[in-house]
């Protein structure tokens, strides 16, 4: 099974701030990775598909960048709305698997 | 319009057999390249994949689980079944359906059902 490994496990920022959440799989994925936001009590959100493509309707402040085995999701100026649970998952091949979760909380 | 609901039990006594349904719209399992998969998420952790249907009968399962899931699909009712055997209170969790496309990511999910297990 491929793992996938967050970093950080948690993290405290303001509004305003810049973020960046690191996603590392155990072997190559090629783009083959995707961006959750979770929210407590919903269900998960795609946010980023494809290492780098934002879905349709979420916020340009959003970004995803990385291939291979290490990718990264921005957040260039976080605002109030975007303080939640990010997740990495991999779609390069089955049994698929997510990262552990990034929460991300209000300083 | 795509959507997807899960049901079945809340509570399930430990050694049980647990059948959770995804009841989805929009979206025929017949056409070529879809999927739907169950995903769970015990209280406060992460999201683990349980099993994935192809709109070819394909079936995969999570390497931990397999022995214990089995899943299938009713393209004429556009539902999903899942079951698991053996529960155990580590199970308790909110379970989930989305569909994937091609493979891919996720791009719907259900609101999820959350199943304790617990005698």
């Known amino acids: 099974d491929i793992q996938m490994t967050q970093s950080p496990s948690s993290l405290s920022a303001s509004v305003g701030d810049r973020v960046t959440i690191t996603c590392r799989a155990s072997q190559s994925i090629s783009r083959y990775l995707n961006w959750y936001q979770q929210k407590p009590g919903k269900a998960p959100k795609l946010l980023i598909y494809a290492a780098s493509t934002l879905q349709s309707g979420v916020p340009s402040r959003f970004s995803g960048s990385g291939s291979g085995t290490d990718f990264i999701l921005t957040i260039s100026s976080l605002q109030p709305e975007d303080f939640a649970t990010y997740y990495c998952?991999?779609?390069?091949?089955?049994?698929?698997?997510f990262g552990q979760g990034t929460r991300l909380e209000i300083k | 319009q795509v959507t997807l609901r899960e049901s079945g039990p809340a509570l399930v006594k430990p050694t049980q057999t647990l059948t959770l349904t995804c009841t989805f719209s929009g979206f025929s399992l017949s056409t070529t390249g879809l999927c739907v998969s169950w995903i769970r998420q015990p209280p406060g952790k992460a999201l683990e994949w349980l099993a994935r249907?192809?709109?070819?009968?394909?079936?995969y399962y999570s390497t931990s689980l397999k022995t214990r899931l089995t899943i299938s699909k009713d393209t004429s009712k556009n539902q999903v079944v899942l079951t698991m055997t053996n529960m155990d209170p580590v199970d308790t969790a909110t379970y989930y359906c989305?569909?994937?496309?091609?493979?891919?990511?996720?791009?719907?999910w259900g609101q999820g059902t959350l199943v304790t297990v617990s005698s």
């Open positions: 989305a569909r994937t496309y091609s493979f891919s990511w996720f791009d719907y």
């Open positions: 998952q991999q779609s390069h091949s089955t049994p698929i698997t």
């Open positions: 249907i192809d709109w070819d009968d394909d079936k």
